[in-house]
C-alpha cells in the first residue's frame, strides 16, 4: 500500500482504490425488462429523489445504500441527472391518495454515458432532454443576456463622464492648416 505522505487533510479519500469500478467490465447498462425504465431527476428529497420516467410519469425513486458511502463518489445524484429506475410492479396506486408510484435506482449516467445511450437506445429522448433543468438553465441564460444587452444600461453621471473622456481622447487628431492649434488640458475636465 502506498503510504499517505501528504497528512490527514482529506487527501486519502480521493485515492484510485475509492473510485466505483463496475464490476461488468465498464459496459454500459440499458434497459432490460419492461419494469426498467430510462428517467430524469427534477427534484431532491433527501434519501429520495423525484425522477421524470420516459413513459410520462412522474414518480418517487428511493437511493439504494450500494450508491451510498465510501467507494461511491462517481454515483452523485443531482437534479438533471439521467438515471436507471426500476419501477415496483408489486407498487399499487390508490386513486383517493395523491402519493407518487415508487420506485428504485438501478444505474446513474454520466454525459459521455448519455450520449452513448442516445446512439445505441430506440428511445424518444426529447421527452427527457426537455425537462433536463441544465439544458434549460444555459438557454435562459443565454437569452436573459442577450436580452438585457439590448434594453437598458444603467450608469451614474461620473461613469458618462469618464465615457466622455476616453471618448474624445480616443477620437481622431485632425490638424488644421493655416490657424493656430489649440491644446486641451485633460487634467482640467
Not at 100 to 120: F, P
Not at 182 to 188: F, R, T
Request: aromatic letters at 6%; charged letters at 35%.
Amino acid at each position: 500500500m502506498v503510504k499517505n505522505t501528504h497528512g490527514g487533510s482529506k487527501q486519502k479519500k480521493f485515492g484510485r482504490k475509492f473510485t466505483n469500478t463496475s464490476g461488468a467490465g465498464g459496459k454500459l447498462r440499458t434497459s432490460d425488462c419492461d419494469f426498467e425504465k430510462y428517467a430524469i431527476v427534477t427534484k431532491m428529497c433527501g434519501n429520495n429523489i423525484h425522477v421524470y420516467c420516459l413513459d410520462d410519469n412522474l414518480r418517487l425513486c428511493h437511493i439504494r445504500g450500494k450508491f451510498s458511502g465510501r467507494r461511491k463518489r462517481d454515483n452523485v445524484v443531482s437534479i438533471g441527472t439521467w438515471v436507471l429506475v426500476g419501477v415496483r410492479e408489486y407498487d399499487v396506486c390508490t386513486t383517493t391518495k395523491k402519493k407518487l408510484r415508487e420506485c428504485d435506482l438501478l444505474e446513474v449516467y454520466t454525459n459521455v454515458e448519455k450520449e452513448q445511450l442516445k446512439n445505441n437506445v430506440d428511445e424518444d429522448w426529447d421527452i427527457l432532454t426537455s425537462h433536463d433543468t441544465s439544458i434549460l438553465n444555459k438557454e435562459e441564460d443565454a437569452d436573459t443576456k442577450h436580452k438585457e444587452d439590448a434594453h437598458f444600461c444603467f450608469s451614474t453621471e461620473h461613469e458618462d463622464h469618464l465615457e466622455y473622456i476616453n471618448a474624445v481622447i480616443a477620437a481622431p487628431k485632425v490638424e488644421m492648416i493655416g490657424e493656430e492649434k489649440e491644446e486641451v488640458n485633460v487634467d482640467c475636465i
